[in-house]
Structure formats: structure tokens, C-alpha cells
């Protein structure tokens, strides 16, 4: 059937009802004088201009008929085409007709989208989505498009299911040295296992690494997911193995680099597993003690995100949804908690754990007094973590300390619920005892002195009143003192305590912020404490020489601080003579690694701790100056901490 032609005469049909219409004018009077004015401009086709012969301006015409070449018959498009959707015509005798319903909007505006060309190129995102858009698709095909354009970029595709089992090349051999396994296998399992508790199945765990010793791995692929959580493991054994610290450092590094290519081997985002989340709390410890805690942080913040898309906030949806028992479910939630509260509090970031903190997997505390309740030192953990997250949400910024009575309360009630060894340092009877009691006491007081830092506020003194904001400044400053003694018995034990970032940065703060404190409560026993953290952590040799810098800011400003007050005390008992420093640990010489340390962040610390008026400065504030991670602008000034408020 031929198509319409591009400027038509007017029809026959349109005389025959303009002659029978009647006296009335029709309602589109205007269109058909258009029409008709329009039809004395038509040009002639294409073949009959170019021979310049009449053409009676059909399609085809008579002429075209005529000569045998009906299908050349074209007419050039006028300029008004482009504003006019109703003149509208078909391209060529191969492609669809465009049909006109006067009646029908959509059908009329779909055909002017697609004949206006786009302003914005032929290459545009636009103009490429409208031209495969004129291709009509049907359901499946639009989600198959879905599906293989966007879940990939998402890191969902599920659209195979042979990609769950696609390997990736790694850096490294899938399996490492039986004999390195073994080793640093063993070190994680007596060493950070007892003060971690991350795996519930670690004899589970054990088992399968046998299986594995003596293996070929370029002959038998294996699981990802546990091969993820075996290097993690062997990152944090490393850490606190036995080897020299350049080969301990490299082998950590090693195995947290392994750990972290094999989350690319799989898709862990689409198909999580147990092991997986292990491995990521793990893997938060490792960066934690690799002396980078924002790194760990983001990583727990992705690990508590992932746990919470599966439910694991909800015991029931875990066990239906992720495989898991309730044991399971309640220990890995527990280890997310406690990875989370300890480091947003000593990191001084928000936890994100809330939703996970269930009251449901903690045992009841007993009563002030009672001996019904024992604790054991996961459980006292996992309560401690509970009441940071408890009271951190809580906490009213305008009155902070409405609720410190309550907080007061709680940990007085979280005490006497204590094992009989973790309350008395004599009835531990194995060196893990002792170890529990010192990293326990430690967290604890580290807890509740930063709980409690709102005291230092001038303003909330005063409001409390002289012996209300006494009563507390005592408990915040014996807090202090209890979390530095439990730091330096723990370093008496073994200097794996200062591979610890936690116990390093609980231990100095509370020793750095006491010495900012002193002037309010003074007591004689502070000197001594002080003497015992600086002469130790100095004492660290290499171990402490991988410090962060804002640790190695605090070591420093208490080597000075130390220094200062000392020579108060010699220049008072000696009047007239110049006060020569005092260090702390007798020999210079075996210190100036750690205490010589340069950055431009500390520039003019020294001279502003050695006169240092801690009457008019915030305690708090310098603390923060000290311990902040960021490089400052300029060197310290004496107005850079901030006046009290």
C-alpha cells in the first residue's frame, strides 16, 4: 500500500465536504485556509525538478509512473516539518509508517520526541538512551539489562551462579609456608585469642587448617571465605609473634594484604557468610594494631552494615536467613559490639552498633553486695561495651552529667558481679588470670573516666556545687590512676601490651589527662605513676617506636610535663639554684629514639608544656590538642589549647 506523500494537495474528499458543509464556518476554519494556501507553494518531487518536467505532486506521480521509477519519488522536507508534528511522513518504503491519530496525545507526542533532534549531541548519554529507546522491550529483557548493567556496579551480580565460585589471581600463593601457619597460627590462638574472643569455633577452625598443611594449592582450589579468615588470623598472630620486628611487621603486612585480596575473589557483598564477618572483625584488630585506628573504624562501620543486612540484629531472622544458631549469631554479634564500642569510645568517633546491642545476650548483674553473679571476662566485656553504648546515646549534651549518677551506679553494679579474679588481683591463680584482671581493670576505669570527662568543665563544677564536684573529681581522677597502674602491670608482664593499640592509647591518655588534672585534685601517689608509665613505655625499645603520632606527641608531653614538676620540686627545696631536668628511667641515652621524635604537629609543644597555665587553659581542650591526629597549621602558641570554660 503506498504511504501518504510528504506534502499532499488537498483531497477530493476535503472539496466535496467543504461544498456540503453547511453556512455555519467549521470549527478548524484556520487549518484548512492553511492547508489551502499551502498546497499553490508545493514544490515537485525530486526527479521531476531535476528534469523539470510537470508533476502533478502525487506519491508516486503521474511523471514517475510514467518513466518507471515510481520508488524515486520524493519530496524535499520543508523547514516548517520540524515545528509541525501532524506533517509528519514515513522515510521510505523499508520502514514503518508513523500513524497520525488526531484523538490520541501520546501517540502524537511520542512521535515528536523522536523526530526532534537532540541538543545535546549524537554522542550524549541522552540522545544514545533515546535512540536504544525506540527499540520497544519487553519485561525480561529490560530486567536482564538490569540486572548485567547495574547490579555489577553495586557489586550484586547474581546473575550467574558460577560467579560465587570465580577466583581471582592474588599477590600471594592461596595457602602460605606450613611451617609460618603454624607458628603464627599457634601465637593467634595463646596469644590473641584469650583477649580478643572473636571465633566461638576455634578448634573448628584449628581443624580445617590441618587439613590444609601439606597441601598443594596450585592443585585444589579452596574457600575463599576461610582462606579470607586463615590470613586474617595469621595477620594478628604475626603482630604479636616472637619474630624481629622488621619481619614481623612485613609478615603482618603480608597476610593483611592476602586477607584483603581474597574479599575480591568472591562476592561479599552478594553472598556473606560466618567466616566472612570474622574475618572482618579480625581484620579491624589488625589495622587497630597497626597502629591505624580510622582505617579499622571505616571497616567495622562495613562489617556492622553487612551484619545488619542479614538480620543478625535479630536472632530469628539470623538463624532463618543466614544459617546460623543462636549461640552463633549471639557470640558474632557480641564480638561486633565489643570491637565497635571500645574503639568509637577510645577513637572518639559514634559507634554504630546500637541496634546489635541486645540486653537479651547478657546475663542478669547480681545486687551491690551480692556473690550469686560471677562474671566470667567475656561476659564483664561484653557488659562493659553495653554500658558505653548505653550511655554514649544517652548522654545529654546540655546537662551531661544528669545521668552520670545512673552511670555510677551501673558500673559500682558491673563490679561487684565480677569474678572473684577479676576483682582481687590474689585470688588469680594462672597467669591468664592475672592478664584478665589488668586488661579488665584497664578498660574499665579507661570507660568510665572518659564517661565521666564532663566534670572538667568549669561550668559544671560550679553548678554541682564544691562537694558534689569534689565527690566526682575523685572518681574521675582515681579512675585515671586505676587504667595507668593496670597499663604498666600489664607492660611489667610482657612487652606484648604495647603492640596493643588499645592498651597503649587507654593507658596514655588516662596518664596524659591526669597530668593535665592534677592542679584540681592533687594527690602524692601521682609521680610515682607517672614515673612508672614513662620508664616503661620507654623501656619499649622498637615496639614503642611504632607509635602513632599522636602517642608519640603524649609519651613526649608527659616526658615534659615530668620535667617541669620536677624541677618545681627542686627549685622550691633549693632556692637559688637552676633546676637540672629529671628523667624518668635513669639512662638519656637509651630514650632519645622515642622522645626526640619531631613532627610538624608537635612544633613548639615543648615550650608551651614547660610554661603551661593550667588555670587558664581546659584541660580537656589541650589533651585533645595533643592527641589529635591532624597536623596542625602552625607550631603551638600559648593561646592553641583554648581558655577554660
Known sequence: ??????????????????????????????????????????????????????????????????????????????????????????????????IEEVGSGATSNVTVDA???????????????????????????????????????????????????????????????DQETIQLFNTYRHRVHPSQLVLDDLDEVEKVVCSLIGRDSTREQNDSHFLCLLHAILAAGAQFSDLEPSSRVKKSQKHLKHALSFLGSFQYLWSPSKRLLQALVI???????????????????????????LGLHQPVSAQDGFRLSAAEAQHLRLAIVWQDALLSLAFDR????????????????????????????????????????????TRDESSPL???????????????????????????????????????????????????????????????????AAMWLNRFQNALKRSVLA?????????????????VHNGLSSALLLAFTRHLNDSEDFAEIQDHLVKSLAE??????????????????????????????????????????I????????????????????????DWLRTFDFDAFSPLEAYNLIMSDEPTAGPISSTGAGISD
Open 115 to 177: 523526530g526532534t533532534p537532540s541538543l545535546l549531541g549524537g554522542n550524549s548519554i541522552l540522545a544514545i538512551a533515546r535512540q536504544d529507546s525506540m527499540q520497544p522491550q519487553s519485561g525480561s529483557q529490560r530486567r536482564e539489562a538490569f540486572e548485567t548493567g547495574i547490579f555489577p556496579l553495586l557489586g550484586m551480580d547474581n546473575t550467574s551462579k558460577q560467579r560465587d565460585h570465580i577466583q581471582v589471581s592474588h599477590p600471594g600463593p592461596s595457602l602460605p609456608d
Open 540 to 581: 619499649g625499645g622498637e615496639d614503642a617506636g611504632r607509635f602513632s603520632t599522636a602517642h608519640k606527641k603524649a609519651l613526649k608531653a608527659l616526658k615534659v610535663l615530668q620535667e617541669v614538676e620536677m624541677g618545681r620540686i627542686t627549685s622550691r627545696g633549693q632556692t637559688g639554684q637552676e633546676p637540672a631536668p
Open 283 to 309: 581484620l579491624g584488630h589488625v589495622l587497630q594494631n597497626d597502629m591505624n585506628p580510622r582505617g579499622a573504624w571505616v571497616l567495622g562501620g562495613t562489617t556492622i552494615r553487612l551484619a545488619l543486612s
Open 350 to 393: 559514634p559507634p554504630a552498633s546500637h541496634e546489635m546491642d541486645l540486653t537479651s545476650d547478657l546475663p542478669a548483674l547480681g545486687q551491690t553486695g551480692s556473690s550469686h553473679v560471677a562474671l566470667s571476662y567475656r561476659q564483664a566485656m561484653n557488659w562493659l561495651c553495653h554500658l558505653t553504648l548505653l550511655h554514649t546515646r
Open 1 to 98: 500500500m503506498p504511504c501518504t506523500p510528504r506534502h499532499p494537495s488537498l483531497p477530493t474528499e476535503a472539496w466535496r465536504d467543504s461544498a456540503n458543509a453547511t453556512a455555519s464556518p467549521p470549527g478548524n476554519l484556520r487549518k484548512i485556509l492553511r492547508e489551502r494556501r499551502l498546497a499553490h507553494t508545493h514544490k515537485a518531487c525530486l526527479p521531476c525538478r531535476e528534469r523539470k518536467v510537470r508533476c502533478d505532486h502525487q506519491q508516486p506521480c503521474q511523471t514517475c509512473l510514467k518513466r518507471g521509477h515510481a520508488d524515486l519519488c520524493l519530496y524535499p522536507e520543508p523547514k516548517a516539518a520540524l515545528h509541525s508534528p501532524k506533517r509528519r511522513r514515513c522515510q521510505s518504503d523499508g520502514e514503518e509508517p508513523v
Open 402 to 468: 544528669l545521668t552520670t549518677s545512673q552511670l555510677l551506679n551501673d558500673f559500682d553494679a558491673l563490679e561487684s558481679s565480677l569474678s572473684p579474679h577479676l576483682k582481687y588481683r590474689r585470688h588469680c591463680s594462672s597467669i591468664q588470670d592475672i592478664q584478665e584482671h589488668h586488661s579488665l581493670e584497664l578498660h574499665r576505669n579507661f570507660t568510665l573516666s572518659t564517661l565521666c570527662r564532663p566534670i572538667l568543665s568549669r561550668q559544671i563544677r560550679i553548678s554541682l556545687g564544691t562537694n558534689d
Open 583 to 606: 628523667c624518668a628511667g635513669g639512662d638519656m641515652t637509651s630514650q632519645e629514639g622515642i622522645f626526640d621524635f619531631q613532627d610538624p604537629s608537635m612544633l613548639g609543644m615543648e
Open 487 to 503: 597499663f604498666v602491670r600489664l607492660r611489667a608482664l610482657s612487652n606484648l601490651a604495647t603492640r596493643s593499640w588499645a592498651f
